[in-house]
């Protein structure tokens, strides 16, 4: 049977219409110099829509979730996307759902949009970093003018339709001091999924790119510098605690904060629903626009290119022994450090982008991040431990909660 995976498309490859600093994919445009413009073809398409399908039904599943994302995939407009219904209605075989998933910046969404996807029931995710102020710090479009505006008549347009949406925010070093007013804006925004994505972005090599993140653990030094809009390790470890202070006494039965709900899963023993925290990654591609597909959307580099789909059918690119062998190398990778850590299980070294800093005893591999999650999982420890002890009886997971 075929090995489970999940996709990212990227249908207008690296394009779009603002200039978030913070970016890690827009860089991306320099693999394909000789492209003015970034739009998935017909072919393309149709090839993508049918081989996903194909491989999730090869591999037993009653669903198949598509992913869009970018760049920003709203700027190919509607017709792209009534395009891709079309071919996902006469791909699919019996007894097969299709989901949609698309994640945009909301500064393209007017009241057509929000019709077309609470029509066709996507989940969308939604770019907001928090109130005006912090979210304009570095998401501004490419004449440099705020997008907070635009963000916000978008997700207005979103909940009027009654489109399931998903808050993602960013957590830079602009956000990262104001934690609890990050999370209690976000909060009351209407919406009851909230992420959270700490920005670590390394500085740019000579060839304009982010240095390639090394699975080859040596490769690093531990002293690479990061940019300076990334979260420094103690200030994303506060962040994380003093929002889970506020979800823990106010909204655990009303707000769902990825980053919180993984952690409880783990803590009950149940395997990672988020990559980063899992024993081992590889499940999940990027597709190009040109259908170029790579090891994971973290590791869109000629190095990580496993092939191209209108060559090979997803299922055998998913399955090649160089991706098993990505996949693997998280866990052979771990240094020390990491093997005789008392949260091994609810971080599992995190994600290997990030793993470029050294361990106490000066084992490269470490990663980045890894002060912020310790400082975390020992704060909010005990009380994940009594909240997964409280479900596994058939309890609401706080006193009083009604989920």
């Known amino acids: 049977m075929t090995r489970p995976f999940s996709i990212m498309a990227k249908p207008a490859g690296p394009f779009c219409n603002i200039d978030c600093t913070y970016c890690y994919y827009l860089e991306k445009a320099r693999l394909y110099p000789d492209t003015s413009r970034f739009r998935m073809s017909d072919r393309v398409l149709t090839r993508y829509v049918q081989s996903h399908i194909a491989a ?198 009303r707000i769902s904060v990825q980053f919180f709900d993984v952690q409880l899963g783990l803590w009950l023993g149940q395997p990672a629903t988020l990559c980063v925290f899992a024993e081992e990654c590889g499940g999940g591609l990027a597709l190009e626009h040109n259908g170029d597909v790579f090891s994971c959307d973290h590791y869109v580099y000629p190095q990580y290119r496993l092939g191209n789909l209108m060559e090979d059918d997803l299922a055998t690119l998913a399955a090649a022994p160089v991706q098993r062998a990505f996949g693997r190398q998280k866990s052979a990778s771990l240094p020390r450090q990491c093997l005789s850590c008392r949260y091994r299980f609810a971080c599992n070294g995190g994600c290997p982008k990030h793993r470029f800093a050294c361990s106490r005893d000066g084992e490269p591999g470490l990663n980045y991040l890894c002060e912020a999650h310790r400082r975390f999982f020992r704060h909010a420890g005990p009380r994940l431990e009594a909240m997964a002890a409280r479900l596994a009886r058939g309890q609401s997971p706080v006193p009083g909660a009604m989920g």
């Open 56 to 253: 999730q039904a090869a591999a037993g599943l009653a669903e198949t979730v598509f992913y869009w994302q970018g760049g920003e995939p709203t700027v190919l407009g509607l017709d792209f996307f009534r395009k891709v219904i079309a071919l996902q209605d006469r791909s699919r075989p019996e007894g097969m759902t299709i989901s949609n998933v698309l994640q945009t910046n909301g500064t393209l969404i007017d009241a057509d949009w929000a019709a077309f996807l609470a029509e066709n029931r996507f989940l969308v995710g939604i770019s907001l970093d928090g109130p005006e102020r912090l979210h304009d710090r570095y998401r501004r479009d490419r004449a440099g003018r705020p997008t907070f505006g635009a963000a916000m008549r978008g997700l207005g347009h979103l909940l009027d339709a009654g489109v399931e949406v998903n808050i993602l925010a960013t957590v830079n070093r602009a956000n990262v001091v104001k934690p609890k007013e990050v999370y209690r804006f976000l909060s009351g925004l209407g919406t009851p999924f909230i992420q959270f994505i700490p920005i670590v972005e390394r500085q740019v090599d000579e060839s304009g790119l982010s240095p390639v993140p090394q699975l080859d653990v040596g490769a690093d030094s531990g002293t690479v510098a990061v940019t300076e809009w990334s979260v420094s390790p103690a200030a994303y470890g506060k962040f994380l605690c003093d929002i889970f202070d506020l979800w823990y006494r106010h909204d655990v039965a």
